[in-house]
């Protein structure tokens, strides 16, 4: 079914070989970004209950063990809920270098009917010009999209975090007052 709209669509004919390798990373950040939601609201909760039960029971009361200890939790915490969005960053970055090789390649295209044919295959030449915008059009498009995406997750980690740490700065008596 892809198929056959992708091969009917004249917007992924005119963007050429380029707008297909950024729609397939498009996609691959779009899984990655709904993983990491997913993750987020469903995983983080059993995830906070886990570190601080482990907290409870390794903490020694030594201030420089604990300090030790809390700080590798968080850091465990933290990079748990990161876990991909590293990725999703890359690809945001990817993407409007993609744009950018299509662009050249269109022009590569329409530089190649000037020389064949002049200027008079006016269709050809806006076939080239076509393809170079495309997939500039299409590039910053998405990557616009995964740069708001990743920034909204970096916050969502960074507050969690925060949160975690005065949870764990809780005497254990206090715990259900904190809101763990």
Do not use: C
């Not at 030790?68 to 590293?86: D, H, I, K, Y």
């Not at 390649?105 to 050809?124: A, L």
């Not at 969502?156 to 764990?168: D, G, M």
């Amino acid at each position: 079914m892809l198929g056959d709209w992708l091969e009917q669509s004249d917007l992924f004919i005119a963007g050429g070989w380029v707008l297909l390798a950024i729609l397939v990373i498009s996609l691959v950040m779009w899984f990655l970004i709904l993983e990491r939601y997913l993750f987020y609201f469903v995983g983080r909760p059993q995830l906070v209950r886990d570190i601080v039960v482990k907290w409870q029971r390794q903490r020694t009361r030594v201030p420089e063990v604990d300090d030790r200890l809390r700080e590798g939790l968080t850091n465990q915490f933290r990079g748990q809920l990161a876990s991909w969005v590293g990725t999703i960053q890359v690809i945001t970055a990817i993407l409007p270098l993609l744009g950018l090789l299509g662009t050249v390649v269109g022009m590569i295209k329409t530089f190649e009917v000037m020389t064949v044919f002049g200027t008079g295959n006016v269709r050809g030449m806006a076939d080239g010009i076509s393809q170079a915008l495309i997939t500039t059009m299409v590039g910053l498009m998405t990557a616009l999209a995964g740069m708001y995406f990743a920034n909204d997750l970096e916050q969502r980690i960074r507050r969690e975090t925060e949160h975690l740490t005065e949870v764990l700065n809780v005497e254990p008596g206090e715990l259900d007052e904190a809101g763990a």
